[in-house]
């Protein structure tokens, strides 16, 4: 069983940024399909950023050219999301997930096997 622990959640103002660390226990894979996806009070958790085994990444619309994702240079299994430009609306639980395989890299839950406990984002103005 794959255990993700988040890290890196908190309190920021508006325009500032953060940056989430998620890592992936260890295992038989070396390296795994992760996304980081957010869940706002009464709604269904939503995909924001994605990175596949070439390193390719994929972005929500709210987010793409303020949000990075990117893993770690010498642990293949810790990825960051490095969050600029925050806004209000970005207030949520992040979530950390993973998946050993996957045909294309897309925000589709069912995909990702594994997810972290989740760690709170909070913008204020």
């Known amino acids: 069983q794959v255990r993700l622990v988040e890290s890196g959640g908190g309190s920021v103002q508006a325009g500032g940024s953060l940056t989430l660390s998620c890592e992936a226990s260890?295992?038989?894979?070396?390296?795994?399909?992760m996304a980081w996806f957010r869940q706002y009070p009464g709604k269904e958790r939503e995909g924001v950023a994605a990175?596949?085994?070439?390193?390719?990444?994929?972005y929500a619309d709210s987010v793409r050219g303020r949000f990075i994702i990117n893993r770690a240079l010498r642990n293949e299994r810790k990825v960051f999301l490095v969050m600029n430009n925050l806004k209000v609306g970005d207030s949520a639980m992040y979530y950390c997930?993973?998946?050993?395989?996957?045909?294309?890299?897309?925000?589709?839950?069912?995909?990702?096997?594994?997810w972290g406990q989740g760690t709170q984002v909070t913008v204020s103005s």
């Open positions: 990175i596949d085994l070439d390193d390719w990444e994929r």
């Open positions: 260890e295992s038989s894979s070396s390296r795994y399909y």
């Open positions: 997930a993973a998946a050993e395989s996957m045909s294309d890299l897309r925000f589709d839950r069912s995909e990702y096997s594994y």
